[in-house]
């Protein structure tokens, strides 16, 4: 059935012939995830697209946007080619023929690459504060170099807002090992000084900006009043954004950091509401992977971020049941609205759910190289049970 209750038969143009009996399940159409890190080229010992491959599809997740911030970093046209090269042979080995779309760096150095490439990327990522990689962009005159020519190129930019010199007044400020004071070094007016520095040169040059995992209060209203004015801001919020806050560190440790970090239950809440009022427009699972191992180190060896592309869906449905959202709201966040803001071609991609099925989140189960995630032990309700990719079946 569709997720208005409507039976219907479904046809979709196929080199094989297959009946899937599905009164008992809801189709949606396959999931757009506009945020990930695949980890290729340098970090392979963390994900491939083979193991990233299988763990989208497991999610519901036909098409990625993998972001630039590799070993080496991906700022050129020719290290472009070369990321393509390695991901196509990747993924003819996983025989999964994922959709997938690239991020151009912004690098201060090569921001003449950017004409060069404007047909080929679907946008240019821009860090403004400190992540994995040596992508960081905080030298104003770059900056304001990258938005003009974004602008003219006519590029969507999607900026990782945070004020660098402020993360680092901070955490020569404060002391401590507990994981937790990563919400301090990274606090709310960090992401809100860099987020207002992003708005105002968008304003100045017409540029298109993409906000990604907005995670704050502040975020939120500086977003809210962009739009009022008719400006081309969109804002993305993060799965760990919404079903996770500063209290998971007690349980998590290091395990918990992401940048930017966990935020506060009523930030959990605001984005809740932000969803509603479609002040955000996306989900992105910022999906980045590290080992098991890694993440074990202490609080300052230890690397931000953790898996979650295989799961997010399944986090949004059980919300959904919750009453937290609303299977449309979900369809436009995951599908509508990254398809619209990207500007891609629409697919006839989709994913047959059970919205009754529950499970327990089981790492030992996940696709992803890395086998965890901080969702672990949790039960949900509703999981994706086919995902039909290009004419192609995949049975979950």
């Known amino acids: 059935m569709t997720i208005d209750g409507r039976r219907i038969d479904h046809f979709i143009e196929s080199d094989e012939e297959k009946i899937i009996e599905a ?197 939120i209203e500086w977003i809210r009043i962009a739009k009022k004015e008719g400006l081309a801001v969109y804002g993305e919020v993060s799965p760990h954004h919404l079903f996770l806050n500063d209290s998971a560190y007690e349980k998590l440790g290091s395990f918990a950091l992401v940048n930017p970090p966990l935020r506060t239950a009523l930030d959990n809440e605001a984005l809740w509401d932000a969803i509603h009022d479609e002040t955000i427009d996306t989900v992105g699972s910022d999906h980045a992977p590290h080992t098991i191992e890694e993440k074990k180190r202490p609080y300052g060896k230890a690397p931000s971020g953790f898996p979650s592309i295989e799961l997010y869906f399944s986090l949004f449905l059980n919300a959904y049941h919750a009453k937290k959202i609303s299977l449309d709201q979900i369809v436009s966040l995951t599908h509508t609205r990254p398809q619209e803001i990207f500007r891609i071609p629409l697919n006839e991609d989709i994913v047959l759910v059970d919205l009754e099925k529950k499970r327990t989140i089981d790492d030992a189960h996940l696709q992803t190289k890395v086998k965890w995630s901080p969702y672990a032990g949790m039960t949900v309700k509703g999981c994706p049970r086919y995902v039909i990719l290009k004419g192609r079946v995949y049975t979950l």
């Open 23 to 219: 009164e008992h399940l809801t189709l949606f159409p396959a999931l757009i995830d506009p945020h990930v890190h695949f980890r290729v080229p340098g970090a392979e010992h963390k994900e491939t697209w083979e193991t990233a491959a299988r763990a989208a599809i497991a999610g519901g997740i036909t098409t990625v946007f993998d972001m630039p911030n590799n070993t080496p970093s991906c700022y050129s046209a020719e290290r472009l080619e070369k990321k393509i090269a390695l991901i196509e042979e990747q993924l003819k080995q996983a025989k999964i023929p994922l959709r997938y779309y690239l991020y151009l760096g912004a690098d201060q150095a090569h921001l003449e690459e950017i004409p060069k490439v404007k047909d080929k990327i679907v946008g240019l990522k821009i860090y403004m504060g400190s992540s994995t990689g040596d992508l960081l962009m905080h030298n104003e005159a770059a900056l304001e170099k990258a938005f003009r020519i974004a602008a003219e190129n006519d590029v969507v930019v999607a900026v990782h807002a945070e004020d660098e010199a402020m993360i680092e007044k901070n955490r020569k400020e404060l002391t401590g090992t507990h994981p937790a004071i990563h919400s301090k070094i990274r606090n709310p007016a960090v992401a809100a000084s860099a987020l207002g520095q992003a708005i105002g040169l968008a304003k100045k040059y017409g540029t298109r900006l993409y906000v990604a995992h907005v995670s704050t209060r502040e975020e």
